[in-house]
């Protein structure tokens, strides 16, 4: 009903934002990785969002990327995760963090969100896989050089090295395993995720 909100960025608590369109202020809840991602107060944003409506409450949920808000719709089509709970994953994780964990069964990481049990990390586990994979400018189908013209500058260094090994011929199982035993540190960059995962490769 409604896909985005945008307008002048009024004010910023704790897990919701309130964006001034025309003069009407709307709620909108977010994880806390929209909030670090906001620009000041007094700018233009646009979120795009989801409207959960209940008998009780209407309530707007907002995200940065469509992408995130796609990861969003899928955690609450898992069943026992409704939007609190989706949010709360979010919170705790990334998506590309979340994509990986789902892609090498780890529910222990997912389990760290706030209200989400290991049993609930592991049916989302189970009920996502097929459905969920890396962001689509990590197309190992794509040329080099395409395929760097379209990653964001922004883009997770631990996504790319997947892509950088499915490229070269791994499959996508082993190309996250490598990767998820990577001791990653938000200083490393892709290469320097990449020539750790290849170390791992010929232990799997």
Not at 67 to 82: A, E, R
Not at 98 to 106: G, T
Request: charged share 20%; no cysteine; net charge negative.
């Amino acid at each position: 009903m409604i896909s985005f909100v945008r307008g002048e960025l009024s004010e910023i608590l704790e897990n919701v934002v309130v964006v001034d369109n025309n003069g009407v202020g709307y709620n909108v809840e977010v994880p806390f990785s929209v909030i670090s991602g906001l620009p000041a107060i007094g700018s233009e944003v646009k979120l795009y969002t989801y409207l959960s409506v209940r008998e009780d409450a209407m309530k707007l949920f907002g995200f940065l990327t469509r992408d995130d808000l796609n990861i969003f719709k899928l955690l609450i089509g898992v069943s026992g995760i409704g939007p609190k709970g989706a949010l709360a994953i979010l919170s705790a994780m990334t998506p590309n963090d979340l994509r990986i964990a789902v892609m090498s069964d780890d529910a222990k990481a997912i389990a760290k969100a706030p209200g989400i049990g290991l049993k609930t990390a592991q049916k989302l586990i189970i009920e996502a896989k097929g459905k969920i994979s890396m962001p689509d400018y990590m197309d190992s189908g794509s040329t080099s050089l395409s395929a760097a013209a379209a990653i964001p500058e922004d883009a997770d260094p631990r996504a790319e090295a997947i892509a950088a090994l499915t490229a070269l011929g791994y499959s996508n199982s082993e190309a996250v395993l490598a990767v998820k035993k990577v001791e990653y540190t938000d200083g490393m960059d892709a290469e320097a995720v990449l020539k750790a995962s290849l170390k791992h490769l010929t232990f799997l």
